[in-house]
């Protein structure tokens, strides 16, 4: 069973378009996130979530919306999409850890999405 | 910024060499991981070491961690071409993970 998945993997819209990437993982963690990763592969954080609750909103336009039901699922929503938007979206998610244990974070596969 | 810098950008080796790519990072951390990234799919984790561990291994994984400067690396012994991908070292802070853009492994048959 896939631990976090997310869909679609492909995405291909025009700008304008509102778009939505849904993420469900099955482990039972209490912290989901989404990154974006640029053509150069530089990773970024966009939100954090806990137990459905925001707690971490990097520099992100207010067009990215994320909405959590429950805390098996983190769903990103985009608004009037931008060609600098075409990215991979990665939705990823982590136990709710002590600082000295640590943590390991589960990625998805990826959502790649080009506006045209 | 929290993030992680990785050096070298890209490296190219021949099978069975030796592998070394570093991180860099600027604030106080708890514990600094590397994850790997095979071509079009998400990263996995590979290793964790602890703000106060200098040295772990992991099978064909040795990992350092300088904490005064600030630096980590990764040594790949014995690679093969299926260690070919992108290698990134993530820095956290409870439940923040921040990486940077990763040193992308090309591991020559």
């Known amino acids: 069973d896939t631990a976090v998945s997310q869909t679609p993997k492909y995405l291909v819209t025009q700008m304008g378009n509102d778009k939505s990437i849904k993420c469900e993982q099955n482990l039972g963690h209490d912290t989901m996130y989404w990154y974006k990763q640029d053509s150069k592969k530089f990773l970024k954080i966009m939100f954090s979530y806990n137990n459905k609750e925001l707690i971490i909103n990097e520099t992100v336009p207010n067009r990215f919306s994320p909405k959590s039901p429950d805390k098996a699922h983190l769903n990103l929503h985009i608004n009037s999409l931008e060609l600098g938007d075409s990215a991979v979206y990665f939705c990823?998610?982590?136990?709710?850890?002590?600082?000295?244990?640590?943590?390991?974070?589960?990625f998805g596969e990826g959502s790649w999405l080009t506006v045209v | 910024s929290q993030q992680g810098e990785e050096d070298p950008q890209a490296l190219s080796i021949q099978e069975g060499e030796n592998a070394t790519m570093n991180c860099s990072y600027k604030t106080s951390i708890n514990n600094l991981q590397w994850y790997r990234q095979n071509s079009g799919r998400g990263l996995v984790h590979l290793i964790l070491?602890?703000?106060?561990?200098r040295e772990k291994h992991s099978g064909r994984l040795r990992v350092t961690l300088d904490t005064s400067k600030k630096s980590s690396s990764l040594l790949i012994t014995a690679s093969r071409a299926a260690d070919t991908a992108s290698y990134f070292c993530a820095t956290d802070k409870i439940d923040q993970f921040y990486f940077g853009t990763g040193t992308s492994l090309t591991v020559i048959p």
């Open positions: 990823a998610s982590s136990r709710k850890g002590t600082a000295y244990l640590g943590n390991t974070i589960y």
């Open positions: 070491i602890r703000s106060n561990e």
